[in-house]
Nanobody, 118 residues
Framework: QVQLVESGGGLVQPGGSLRLSCAAS????????MGWYRQAPGKQRELVAV???????SYADFVKGRFAISRDNAKNTVYLQMSSLKPEDTAVYYC??????????WGWGQGTQVTVSS
């Protein structure tokens, strides 16, 4: 059974930074393309960033240049470094596979709340 545990969220002022972590267990995520997603109140979950098992990272336009996704396969962990945060970045952040088939199989973790407010 795969478990994904997100952490590192919190309350931060506009312009601030946070680093999110996603620790996986039950499978070696090194062979999978992984992504960070977010869901704001009243909105659908959206893809924020992707890190493939091999290759180049990619980002949604609304975070490009501000967020950076990385992974430590030895720790079975994916990270999201967030900088220049804006109030519109407020959401619950989740990590998961980029594959919809695997998302259904793995399910979602509890996510980590990021609130950007002065």
């Amino acid at each position: 059974q795969v478990q994904l545990v997100e952490s590192g969220g919190g309350l931060v002022q506009p312009g601030g930074s946070l680093r999110l972590s996603c620790a996986a267990s039950g499978t070696a995520i090194s062979i999978y393309d992984m992504g960070w997603y977010r869901q704001a109140p009243g909105k659908q979950r959206e893809l924020v960033a992707v890190i493939p098992s091999v290759g180049t990272t990619s980002y949604a336009d609304f975070v490009k240049g501000r967020f950076a996704i990385s992974r430590d396969n030895a720790k079975n962990t994916v990270y999201l470094q967030m900088s220049s945060l804006k109030p519109e970045d407020t959401a619950v952040y989740y990590c998961n596979s980029q594959s919809s088939r695997l998302i259904v199989r793995w399910g979602w973790g509890q996510g980590t709340q990021v609130t950007v407010s002065s």
